[in-house]
């Protein structure tokens, strides 16, 4: 646990690094990938794992920091989608990769949406066909494209640290 | 007695013999000879040498080999490194031809003082167009200072930390700058969209406003300094049943190629909220 915990930061921050400074800058059409969202749905969907959770809150607090939007954004989000994973974990594990296409999805919809919800009522008036066209379709699509490499890549890090026995 | 008579004969034979070949030899009789000989004498020379240069080859081939790949490999790590470095010096130089156009616009807007700073990131999200820039309160950033390049405006000065400021820019949804077109001085509000396009409102039906038409920020509202480059009209949207025109704008300033950036520092944005009548009770 305290090791996942440590882990957190360094993975964490370098995720936050690059999807800041090279992630956030390849778009398609004005949608972009969320590469923190990714590894977050990836590392709840971890069985073995038991730090999800830290690792939503300290994820969302540390893009919510980063971030021009109001503060509770990404935390809030970002719990609700270790939520799912959690939840998908223990009822999808045959199909990892389903269930890590499920979380994508439906945490990027619901980052998405909220963040949509947030300007309009907040800030300033948007059109939502145009949103949706120009922003939350091609993200998603990003998102869906990136999650096979990233769920390999946390996948493999979460058997470093957790060896599968070799009898089973 | 007669020995020495005849050895002194055979000398004397020799030597004529020797003064005659000689004296033919002059003569130029010997030479159709004399090439042939140097001829088959050089044939033999080239193939004795032809034939020891190509045992030497062999067997020093094995050495040479050896020696050609780790000079091949020298070679080879050497171009590398020039080719990084040829690199890293393309980069300083397009840094450098940034860095000066930007030097350029400080000194042509002398009443300005300026902060240089590098864009070292974009927002997360897709909803806002933000960027990061490298410096912040340690150098005398405030909420609220207006960012611009050589191009033209950018920004504004949205968040600041010690090392790094986050600027809100001029193509963000819920930006709006007062600007004012150049030709017919009509004052506008040129806002953003999460498309990042530009457009202009509140243009009056009477104004004049044609494809081309430069905007300039008005300096209305106190938020920016006036005069700043904004962009060009490219289309306009006149309706007779429509209380204002509007029209696209194409901005000067490539926002996805940002590297560079101005900070103006002695500007102050005001804050006109309190004046603004809000309705009684």
Not at chain 2, 46 to 55: D, E, K, P, Q
Request: aromatic share 8%; charged share 15%.
């Amino acid at each position: 646990m305290r090791r996942e915990i440590l882990l957190a930061i360094p993975v964490l921050g370098l995720a936050s690094i690059l999807q800041t400074s090279i992630i956030g800058r390849i778009t398609l059409l004005n949608g972009r990938a969320d590469l923190v969202l990714l590894i977050l749905a990836a590392w709840s969907l971890q069985e073995r794992v038991r730090s999800a959770w830290i690792w939503g809150v300290a994820a969302g607090l540390l893009v919510g920091f980063i971030s021009g939007l109001p503060f509770y954004i990404y935390p809030v989000c970002y719990i609700v989608l270790v939520g799912m994973g959690r939840l998908l974990a223990h009822r999808v594990w045959q199909a990892p990769l389903l269930a890590m296409f499920t979380v994508t999805f439906m945490g990027t919809l619901e980052l998405l949406m909220l963040t949509y919800l947030e300007r309009s009522l907040f800030a300033v008036s948007l059109d939502f066909n145009l949103s949706f066209v120009q922003i939350i379709l091609p993200s998603i699509l990003l998102n869906m494209l990136l999650a096979i490499p990233v769920h390999a890549l946390i996948h493999g890090l979460a058997n470093r640290l957790y060896p599968v026995e070799a009898n089973s | 007695m007669n020995k020495r008579v005849s050895r002194s004969l055979q000398t004397v034979i020799i030597a004529l013999v020797v003064v005659g070949l000689l004296a033919l030899a002059l003569g130029g009789y010997f030479t159709p000879v004399s090439s042939r000989f140097t001829r088959l004498l050089v044939d033999v020379q080239s193939w004795v040498s032809t034939r020891y240069m190509a045992v030497s080859d062999f067997l020093t081939v094995p050495r040479d080999m050896a020696s050609l790949r780790q000079q091949n490999t020298d070679l080879e790590s050497e171009v590398a490194q020039l080719q990084t470095q040829v690199i890293d010096l393309q980069q300083q130089v397009t840094e450098t031809n940034i860095l000066s156009a930007l030097v350029d616009f400080a000194r042509a807007n002398p009443q300005y003082s300026y902060k240089a700073a590098a864009v070292i990131g974009r927002d997360p999200s897709p909803f806002l167009s933000y960027v990061i820039i490298n410096i912040g309160s340690d150098q005398g950033l405030l909420p609220g200072m207006p960012v611009v390049t050589d191009k033209g405006l950018v920004g504004r000065v949205d968040a600041v930390i010690a090392e790094a400021a986050r600027v809100q820019l001029i193509t963000d949804s819920a930006s709006a700058v007062d600007v004012r077109l150049q030709s017919s001085k009509t004052d506008a509000i040129l806002d953003g969209s999460v498309t990042s396009d530009l457009s202009l409102d509140m243009i009056s039906q009477d104004a004049s406003v044609t494809v081309g038409d430069v905007v300039l920020t008005s300096g209305l509202g106190g938020s920016y300094p006036p005069n700043l480059l904004v962009g060009q009209v490219v289309s306009v949207r006149k309706l007779d049943y429509e209380l204002f025109q509007q029209a696209v704008i194409q901005p000067n300033v490539d926002f996805n190629q940002l590297g560079f950036v101005l900070v103006i520092t002695n500007f102050t944005s005001v804050n006109i909220t309190p004046l603004v009548v809000t309705p009684g009770p």
